[in-house]
């Protein structure tokens, strides 16, 4: 039975895409002492596990060492689902053009495993996405191949809520979760209980699809907020963070988001059209969402006005134009940079035939991405390089950049992050 194996710690996991939340995962039930066996369609990923070597900048490879080949195994051999019992979806859920929900991820993996499942496992998709997916995509597969939900196979949804690059300990994380049967339920407790201090029990899958999104789209409403206070503030002359700092004294009623140079990553900018893609078929329109997003996807045209008036008022400039973006991970101290507002800030400036260049210590070349394909390497951080732009647009605030080494060697800074908080001549926030 499921529950004793589970109880008695006695059972394998398949961790089903092994990507920014796939590998920490298994790594963490790995510790737990729990046997884990990750799949991935990336050959070159499986390779470099294999090889005990991290490609995520929130992964050490020492944290490889100990557990690989022994209570960590890759593979990309979907068959050997069969030698699992719990089975555990961390795939990826983006859009596809016109913001529709890509679901081709969980569709493709729960096609190729379908004839390999087997009595007695269960299935917990951790993906976020619109409330519905878990039954109406995953369900009708394992009705179809006469599977007894709650009897003799079960089906949890659990939503991930890790931030990489945040030092927070993923254990003492609360954990989202619901199955679809009370049984599914319990079991669902038993395992996630092994790695979380809390769980959290919901009502229905349903709810804890959607919980997943609200928490989201509620980060992208009041990042939007703010983004538009910054713009306000600016033409008032008055300091955005200022007015932040002051605000978030007040002990109740008030949570701080900051303004930036527009949203990135894999959740922020995609899931809450997750909703509105669903709340569509309800005839409701997302307007806070739809709202969010135009605000926080103008950022950085915004960004490049406000670069290019100050090049031309210090230094009379409006040709032959030289500008370096430090950072283009979505956020810092990552390698993630997928849907960097950096991307979208390169390709405007190279649309106005400026010469853009980038530096960031955690990406030496960008990769084909959803949008863009730019083929541009990682600039040299030298003073020299720093003196030969017109100006410096940081997007992303690395802790590894030396900013008064920044600030000493160009005369237009452009900070989107706030980084310089002491006044300077030379910092302009944007
Ligand atoms: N990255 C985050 O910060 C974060 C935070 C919370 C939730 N999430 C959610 O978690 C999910 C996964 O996100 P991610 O950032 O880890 O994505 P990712 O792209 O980093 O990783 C997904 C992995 O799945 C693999 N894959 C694709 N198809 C597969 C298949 N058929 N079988 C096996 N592997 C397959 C890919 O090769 C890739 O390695 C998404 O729904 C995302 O919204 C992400």
Redesign the pocket.
């Known amino acids: 039975m499921l529950k004793d194996k589970i109880k008695n710690n006695n059972f394998k996991v398949g961790v ?7 590998l920490p995962r298994s790594i963490h039930f790995a510790k737990a002492n729990i046997n884990v066996l990750g ?4 050959k070159n ?1 499986i390779k470099k596990i294999r090889n005990k070597e991290s490609y995520l900048s929130s992964v050490k490879s020492i944290q490889l060492k100990s557990i690989v080949g022994k209570k960590f195994n890759v593979t990309n051999d ?1 068959s050997r689902v069969n030698e699992v019992d719990v089975i555990v979806l ?4 983006p859009l596809k053009s016109n913001n529709i929900p890509d679901l081709s ?1 969980i569709i ?2 729960m096609n ?1 495993i379908k004839k390999y499942l087997k009595n007695h496992q269960m299935i917990c998709l ?4 619109y409330p519905g997916t878990t039954e109406e995509i995953i369900l009708p597969i394992l009705k179809k191949r006469g599977f007894e939900l709650g009897k003799n196979f079960y089906l949890l949804y659990s ?6 690059g945040r030092k927070i300990i993923n254990s003492s994380i609360p954990r989202v979760y619901c199955g679809l049967t009370h049984r599914c339920t319990l079991l669902g407790n038993l395992f996630y209980s092994k790695i979380f201090d809390k769980m959290i029990l919901v009502s229905s899958i349903k709810t804890a699809e959607m919980t997943k999104l609200f928490e989201n789209i509620y980060r992208s409403v009041n990042i939007g907020m703010v983004n538009e206070m910054k713009k306000i503030c600016d033409k008032m002359g008055l300091k955005i963070f200022d007015i932040i700092n002051a605000a978030k004294t007040k002990p109740y009623g008030f949570n701080v988001f900051y303004p930036g140079p527009g949203l990135g ?3 922020i900018p995609i ?1 809450p059209f997750y909703l509105s893609w669903k709340a569509k078929k309800f005839n409701i329109e997302t307007k806070f969402i739809e709202l969010a997003g135009r605000i926080n996807r103008s950022m950085p045209d915004w960004i490049i006005k406000k670069t290019l008036r100050i090049i031309k008022i210090k230094s009379k400039k409006s040709k032959n134009i030289r500008i370096l973006i430090l950072g283009v991970a979505y956020k810092k101290n990552i390698n ?1 940079c997928r849907e960097s507002p950096a991307f979208e800030i390169i390709k405007k400036l190279k649309n106005k035939r400026i010469n853009v260049q980038y530096n960031d210590p955690f990406i030496d070349e960008i990769p084909k991405l959803r949008n863009y394909n730019f083929k541009m390497k990682s600039k040299k951080l030298t003073k020299k390089l720093i003196q030969s732009f017109d100006a410096i647009i940081i997007v992303t605030d690395h802790d590894r950049y030396n900013y008064d080494m920044i600030r000493k060697n160009n005369s237009i800074i452009i900070d989107t992050r706030n980084c310089y908080q002491k006044k300077y001549e030379n910092i302009y926030l944007a």
Do not use: A, V
């Open positions: 089903f895409g092994l990507g920014y939340i796939g799949f991935d369609i990336d990923k979907m961390c795939l990826p859920t991820f493709n993996t190729k951790e993906s976020t996405t939503p991930e809520r890790d931030d990489p990553g894999h959740c899931d993630d």
